[in-house]
């Protein structure tokens, strides 16, 4: 069983500039959850993807954005990237529905300069 | 809306001590609660969780938890730490037991001394 890997794991930005985080689901898995987490923070959830499609999004700007592939890999992207955006970013993937809990990857840490 | 609330950024334990740490719930609805550890540079691990069943759950590693409604806690113990359970914990808590979104603690770093 292929577990949830995302990439890159480290990654230095400018100020302005733009990323894409790329993750792969666990073998099965059909939603993904991404999760932004600040230095000394527990995570914060940012949006999930269903059946491609942005399925619950918390409380993070437009310029956050997400595509999920019909193999159930997920990009995120963050335009104009600010300071405050530093962080560890954090996918899970889990079933639609399912009773199975999030199963986590071991994220992406952006640093904006 | 929901929110946890983790009492104390930083425990320490000597090794073979009692393990708690301590997390309170704020829930509208009948709550799913989650015990996440984080070792540095990786994600989140799930330790265990509660979905109503038992209101002790028993999880890896030799952890478990007791759901008390009244108290409206959801405290993570361990009779007997080890060094190599010194790690991040996070309690967490959602509407439902799969997938919708996780609502995090934020976190007690846990030491364990020799």
Redesign the interface.
């Known amino acids: 069983e292929t577990g949830?890997t995302q990439s890159p794991t480290h990654l230095i930005k400018t100020r302005g500039q733009q990323v894409t985080l790329r993750c792969s689901s666990q073998s099965g898995h059909n939603?993904v959850?991404w999760?932004q987490q600040a230095l000394?923070?527990?995570?914060?959830?940012i949006f999930?993807y269903y059946r491609e499609e942005e399925n619950?999004r918390?409380n993070f700007p437009p310029r956050f954005s997400g595509l999920q592939f019909p193999n159930y890999s997920s990009e995120l992207n963050v335009n104009a990237l600010e300071l405050d955006d530093s962080a560890l970013y954090?996918c899970?993937s889990?079933?639609?529905?399912?009773?199975?809990?999030?199963?986590?990857?071991?994220?992406t840490r952006l640093t904006v300069t | 809306a929901q929110s946890v609330t983790q009492l104390g950024s930083h425990v320490s334990v000597s090794e073979g001590a009692l393990v708690l740490l301590r997390c309170n719930y704020s829930s509208s609805v009948p709550p799913y609660l989650f015990w996440y550890v984080q070792y540095p540079n990786q994600g989140l691990q799930l330790l265990l969780k509660y979905t109503s069943a038992a209101t002790l759950v028993k999880g890896i590693n030799g952890f478990e938890a007791e759901f008390k409604k009244s108290e409206t806690s959801f405290h993570l113990t361990k009779p007997s730490a080890h060094m190599s359970d010194a790690a991040e914990y996070f309690c967490a808590v959602s509407r439902n037991s799969g997938n919708t979104p996780l609502v995090f603690g934020k976190g007690t770093r846990l030491s364990v001394i020799a």
């Open positions: 949830v939603t959850s999760y000394g923070q527990g995570p914060q959830f999930q619950g918390g954090l899970a889990s079933v639609w529905q399912g009773v199975s809990p999030l199963h986590f990857g071991n994220g």
